[in-house]
């Protein structure tokens, strides 16, 4: 069955994967504290290296892809504290170690940034940032063509707005809600230690704050994502959280916001869940634990979410009782 | 955990390649091994290989200390005991390994208490400890004939002893005094300090080897080599990987690092955080130590000033106090820790924050012991060079005064500050409490940490803690899962599945299980472990090399990255064979009610949408209908589309009330509003108040098929037509005749029924030649024969019977035709019969109920398909906005937003605005356009402007983007700005587009239509734009007409770039940016091709 197989080359830990908007490229990040960005080639069936570069003085946490209406562009962010933007180069030949140029090195953070994600297209170039220091930073190129000058729009602090929390390892995380027909932006938020998940999104004084809170974990969450809407009437939220479970919450329209329902516990993994991402539909969802396994749950009729298969490296045996 | 009755410790063995580890309790030490299956489905078993009983210790119940395992190649299970007894404080080296061949392997995973039956291996030295308790043994990993040993305080005596553990055999070491040590370090065993063996010469071993007891020699015959620590305790010690370097906590007040080749210490930092300290094998300058709760980390280069990183075991509930850590040795910066009285390990994943050392070439112990140069480091005679990691590292230099160090100024000090503690995990709880634990070297990679650990009960159990892998979804529904080197990509688009996933199960000698319950000391409890561990194959040829901490090593031990690298970019199709622990997935038959996830990516909506898309799904209902057959009731849904769609030009009125598109339900009690001379609300095209004559109520026509008396005839009829079920008599006929040549004998006889006609049901049934349904037809006859006689006894047991049948059978129309006989009631049918095609229901009701319940009967239903968001329902609301409800629930159940895109397009918004049906249609377009099918949606936005009536064009949505305007007179140079704008950077049609036929007067392209200036000179033939190129003229002289230009039209076109401003006609453009990178016009520099 389709299933390829290919050597990433990275020479440590992959702490980051994303697709371009097509799916057609992907990028990767690792500890060795590069960026490789691969391509599909359709000929062959396989993925090539563009490119690979040094693009960070430590980890490599997270990566981004904006939407190609801004060019091949990419952030990254790092243990050094700093998010940096690179462009593809046209005219850089492949593999050359400089095909993607620094555009952007924004340094506001006081410790290590702990994830990153471009906005949807519609809000504009737009990047949402969350650091150890516990702050969500938003910030925007305002000029297109510019891709060296980046505003800070905003800076909130996760835990209490206006402050900037000094938490140490803060294990913070986001993600941007993708429905474009939205009256504001919107941005999922896991607050580290408060074991919650928070919406941010613009007060009418276009002031970001907190607004909904996603209870239900016991521990801190290690990541969300926000399901792509596909026309549903609700939002999907999934979490993954120290406390071994995946969580999925439903946001249902009211009047003056969203009432949430944690709709789903999902204890499977057994151990801390470090990742979780819908698929294009919202229809699948995977996740990824430190049983080194991935899992795809899906919604049965009846609105169940169900481990539906498991990926391993290596196979699971089963429990023979003696 | 001295303090406990028993107490239990565990180390895996050191050699790289040996699955054995050893439990020492009290009294005894096992030595046990995990047998590899010898098939692949094999179990993997634990086989105790040796025991060893301290005779001395029993008697005085002094429980086993320490424990320490020679790394040294040439004897594998080497290994040094301290016993607690504190009037005969020793250290006893015992091979363990010399009785393997006394015990047979065992199966049963018990293992016997009977020590007495195993071989007992003698002790072969006895170190002195002069009556002090012994706190910390370590053998160094760099020269294993060194073993380090701290002990409790002295009075006037050293506490830090090291010992050449070879001493005795070698026997060139003159035993002499242990003060006179220090200053002679070229002469102990050596040929001179600078020259000694690295590697002890095997021949020396290979006598003693057979000889062990020989060697044994008696207590006070051996003495330290070096001793450190006057007066001191040492509370936990730790050798260096390289460079003779030990680190110490001494006292309860400071961490101390020595080097072999110094008087004294050469580092020295004041803390309380003495415990089980610890050197990370990949990185030499971090080293970690605890104290009551917190766990310090110590960057050497900074260890004067204390930089240390202190993080909390806060999160673990009471007053848990780590008692044991460890660095894993097969990546950077993990560190293992067990707190007192916990059942579950932590594991902490440390990273640098900034500046990070280049790890790679610390571990490879031959590789570092090469790089140690003893000429480089003795040049400086006052003080020693520490150098780390690659060369190209700092070195930092302490002077060797005491508690003073000097730090080389360097411009990256300030980078490599701060560690930071980026993961703390946590393993799964065992069942009772954890007393020490041991990382299984052989086993674990950097992505995979393996450990084993003992409780209290002296039974091992193996914690297993992965890396979570890294994984991302492409727009197609492809699933890509990164593993340690490399990353697998589950491509939903090719098809030649089963074969290779079937392989992939069976391929799989990677993983073993382990399985087994021990049973030590004579405690009988029997716990079940079990464990994955990845065995290699190359174990059987002793080839197998996972040394720990070797990066190069560890890659060929776990063959997958070895694997890959030779398999890089070819597909695993045809090589799945050679490659173990693949990515493998679990097989459904394994594990309950799992699918292989291709599988369920491949049902997953979001690739049904996309095949659908590109084969072709849009809103042409007959096509349709073909594509979806495989789902009932989206066919069914396309097919009344397609029946509304045909009614849709007139015919699906009732007087002036336009019913197209609307439902079943709509129709009926919308009729209720027109008889009342009302249009109905969502019908608001209506106009005219006068009221024609309904044609249903014009006289009975031959060819109609009776329907029940009713109020609402017209609407009735109109529902049944909206239900394609419409037929006259001869129609009928002609559907049952078709449905019986398709051998659908059971809805041909229920289709007539359905109708009213039981004759022709009976003779359908009969045509069959099917012996059941000719039976079925008997019955039906006789019913029919008995209709009207309801009193009758043998009906009432045939009523019996057939009610019996209905609820039996399996065909939904025999199932109704019985149920119908049973009950003579087509209401009661209804309600009973959900299985039945809605169509059918609906079809039944329209026919046979009278108003009062086809109203109840009809508001019931709409409401639970409205509730169920059953697509069919689609049939009771119609294309309405209640069908945009019913749509909306369907649409949350399935996320199929491309059936209710294209089925609500046919009336959203011709007939009525809705922000739902909007929503969709965005998100369908922007799922067509992330998956580049960009026709597809271009199909879709000409299908929708059809169905939007003339009022509203789809293009003129789209207002005109891009205009050139004159530079005299700033109006557009467009003779026409209706002219839709196309990519912003080509430019605008000149003249041809504006005369189409040439009806309007040839006009001048080459200057402004408003001002007559003349337009800019292309750069490259320098005539004014809209001169056609000298290529065009051949084509107008030839056909004498710009409109037959096809495709190259954009040749007259007229480019230039963002950037300089520079351009002319985009032929010349093209063709000189063939050749060039740099503008066309003279002197100007732009390299316009790159801006964009």
Redesign the interface.
Known sequence: ???????????????????D???KR?V?CS?D?KLKVWEFNQD?????LVDSWRAH???VLKVSWAHPEF?QVIASCS???SVRIWEEQ??EPKNSNKRWALRANLVDSSG?VKDIEFAPNNWGLKLATVA?DGVLRIYEALEVNNLSDWSMMEEVGITNPGTVNKE??GNYCLSWCPW??QVSPMIVVGCGKENCAKIFRPNPHNKWIPFEVLHGHDDAIHDVSWAP??????HLIATASKDHKVGIFKLSNKPDGYSVENIAMLPDH??????V????????L?S???????R?W?SS?NGEW????????????????? | MSGLPRSYDIIWSPHEGTNQFIIGSNSDLRLYELVPPKRLDG?TIVRRVTAYTDSSSMKDTAPMKCLAWSPDPNYQSLVAISSQAPSTGKIVLVNLHEGEAEEAPSND?TTSPDISSVYQPQPYITLNLRNSKCNALSFSPEEPRLLAAGLEKLRNDYCLLIWDVEQPRTGSISGRSDRSIHNELGNIGYDGYPSFPLEPSKSVYETSRFVPTACHVRNDEIKPTYQYGLNESVNSCSWFPSNRRLVAGMSLKNLRIYDLRKDNYVQCTNTKSVHGVNVDPFNENRVASFEESYIHLWDLRKFSESISFI?HTKCIPTDSKPVRISFSKS?SGILASLDKDSSHLTLYDI??????LRH?STINRKSSLESFDPHTNLTDGFAAGISVGGNSTPIIEKSSFIGTSVTIPNKTDE?FDTP???KS????RCSKNILSFSWITTFST???HRLISVNKDGVYNFV??????????????????????????????????????SN??RS?P????I?G?TNIGGIGH?H?V?L?L?HDHDHESGNRTPRPGDINNSKDAHS?GRQ??E??????NQQHRS?E??????SSD??H?????????RE???VV?RKRAKRGYSMLCTANEELVKDSPKLKSLWNWIAQAELLSDGKATIGNVDFSFQGVYSIWTASVLSSKKQSPISTPKTSSPRSTPEKADQGPDDNEIPIVNTSKLSQRKLALAMCGWDFGKKELENEIRELEIANNYEKAAGIALFHGNTERAITALNNSKVERLELISATLASYAFNDHSHSNQKNTLLRKMCNKLSNELREPYLRVIFSYIASGNWLYVLQQQEELALLDRVGIALRFLDDDELSTYLYDTTNKVKADGDIEGIILTGLTSDGVTLF?KY?????D?QT??LAMSFCVPRKFKD??V???I???R??LD?W?MFRSRALFDIARGKHMGSSTSAAENIPPQVYVRCNFCSQSIAHNLCIPGKNRRVTLPASYHLTPGGLLPKQKTTCCPVCFKSLPRCSICLLNLGTPTDQLREVIAKNGSTNDIKGSGFDLWFTWCQSCRHGGHALHMSQWFEKH?ICPVSECPC?C??E?
């Open positions: 069955m389709a299933v390829h197989a290919f050597d990433s080359s990275h020479d440590d830990l992959i702490h980051d994967v994303s697709y908007f097509y799916g992907l990767t500890s504290q062959t069936s396989s993925w090539e003085e430590c980890s060019g243990f050094d504290r046209e005219h290590s150890a140490v390892d474009k027909p809407n596909m026309g549903r009437s609700y057994g151990v801390e869940v470090w990742k991402e819908w698929n294009i539909t919202g229809t699948i995977s990824s634990g430190d049983d080194g396994k991935v795809l899906k009729h169900k481990c539906m298969s498991v990926i391993s490296y290596e196979r699971q045996t089963d429990n023979m009782e003696m | 179990k995973f993080f990546r990273q640098e924050s900034s500046f990070k790679s980078e930071v503690l980026w995990r946590k393993s799964r950097p992505t995979s297993t803690l992965e890396e979570a892998p890294q994984f991302c979804w492409s727009p197609v529904g492809n699933m890509v899962v990164f593993y340690p080197k490399g990353f697998r990509t589950f491509d939903i688009d090719e098809i030649h599945g089963t074969v290779e996933e992939l199960k799989d990677h993983n073993m299980k399985q319950h029997k079940h079990s994955d990845r997958f890959l690298k398999l890089k970019g070819i597909m695993l490659s622990g693949l990515l493998t997935s679990i394994s594990d009610g799992l699918s292989p996830p291709l599988k369920l990516i997953d909506i979001s949408m909306e649409v949350d159940n399935t996320g937003v209710a895109s922000d739902r909007a929503d969709w965005e998100n369908y922007l799922l992330k580049e990178k390299e091709p790159r964009i």
